[in-house]
């Protein structure tokens, strides 16, 4: 079965891997449509590390200059 993380999980998880992002972030993203996938289950939502990873890898762009949009 695949591993659900939640909230509190997603902000550990990517804060490991170097991406610190907290938990209360994550929720506000989610209401605009920025963050990871993911699903409800209850009154949890839900994401599994590839969705992290995923997310994660399209908000890092590689930049060659301060002055290239974001």
Request: aromatic content about 8%; glycine content about 8%; overall charge positive.
């Amino acid at each position: 079965m695949t591993r659900y993380l939640t909230r509190d999980e997603q902000a550990a998880y990517l804060t490991e891997k170097g991406l610190r992002v907290c938990k209360t972030t994550l929720q506000k993203i989610a209401t605009t449509g920025n963050g990871p996938q993911y699903v409800i289950f209850g009154n949890r939502a839900l994401s599994t590390p590839d969705w992290l990873d995923i997310w994660a890898e399209s908000k890092l762009k590689p930049r060659g200059s301060t002055s290239e949009a974001a």
